[in-house]
C-alpha cells in the first residue's frame, strides 16, 4: 500500500488552511473569542479517491465486504454503508515535515484509520473527551483546550498497520506537527449509517481543493 501511496503523492492536494475546530463556516453571531471562531491551522496533502487506482490494494480493501462487515460487526451490528462522496470515502493523508492536523471534530459519527506509515518523531494522534454531545458543547473547557491547555490530552501511539475506530464527531482531536524524512501515510475509510451521504462543499473544498457530488 505504501508503494501504491508513493506512486501517486506528486498528484496529492496541498491543503493549508485555517478552519473553526468544527470545520464550518464561521459564525459572526459569536463573539471573536468564542471557540467556534478560533483559527486552526491544517498543514497537509491529500489522495483522494477518485485519485487511488481501482485495483489497488488499498481501494480493495475498502471496497470488501469482509471488511465492511467486520466494521458492523464492531460497531454493534447495525448496517453501514460505504460512503457516496467520489473524494472523501476513501483518503489518504500525506503529512511530511513540518505538516499538521489542528484541532476539529468530524462530520462522521465515527472514523476510521489505517495507519500505513509512521514518521520518525511527531505526527501523533492527540485527542480530548467529553467536550461534545447529542445537544450540548463543553465551550469553556473546549476554550482551554484551544488556548494550549493540555492537561486533559491524550496521546494514542499507533504503529504501522494499526486500524483505528474512534468516535471523531464527539472527540476533538489532532495531528501533532511531524519531524523529520519519513512521511506520514494515514488512510481514512468512510462509512455511513445511511446511503448517498457525501461531505459538505465546504469540508470538500478545505481538503481537496474541489468539490463534487456523488
Request: with cysteine; glycine share 8%; charged share 25%.
Amino acid at each position: 500500500m505504501v508503494e501504491e501511496v508513493d506512486g501517486v503523492v506528486d498528484d496529492a492536494f496541498n491543503c493549508r488552511d485555517l478552519h473553526n475546530p468544527y470545520l464550518e463556516e464561521s459564525d459572526d453571531s459569536f463573539p471573536s473569542d468564542h471557540p467556534r471562531r478560533q483559527a486552526q491551522v491544517t498543514s497537509l496533502d491529500v489522495i483522494a479517491y477518485d485519485q487511488i487506482g481501482p485495483d489497488d490494494a488499498l481501494r480493495r480493501l475498502y471496497e470488501s465486504d469482509a471488511l465492511l462487515r467486520f466494521i458492523q460487526d464492531i460497531l454493534g451490528g447495525n448496517r453501514l454503508y460505504r460512503m457516496a462522496d467520489p473524494m472523501a470515502a476513501l483518503t489518504v493523508n500525506v503529512m511530511k515535515e513540518g505538516h499538521n492536523h489542528g484541532w476539529h471534530f468530524d462530520e462522521s459519527l465515527v472514523t476510521t484509520t489505517i495507519m500505513l506509515q509512521k514518521p520518525e518523531e511527531g505526527g501523533e494522534f492527540q485527542y480530548v473527551a467529553d467536550l461534545r454531545g447529542e445537544a450540548w458543547d463543553d465551550y469553556e473547557a473546549l476554550g482551554k483546550v484551544l488556548a494550549g491547555d493540555e492537561s486533559q490530552v491524550m496521546t494514542l501511539g499507533v504503529a504501522p498497520g494499526t486500524m483505528l475506530l474512534f468516535a471523531g464527531y464527539y472527540q476533538l482531536h489532532r495531528v501533532s506537527p511531524v519531524k523529520g524524512e519519513t512521511t506520514r501515510y494515514v488512510s481514512t475509510l468512510c462509512y455511513k449509517d445511511r446511503p448517498g451521504v457525501c461531505n459538505s462543499p465546504e469540508v470538500q473544498q478545505l481538503f481537496y481543493g474541489r468539490t463534487a457530488t456523488a
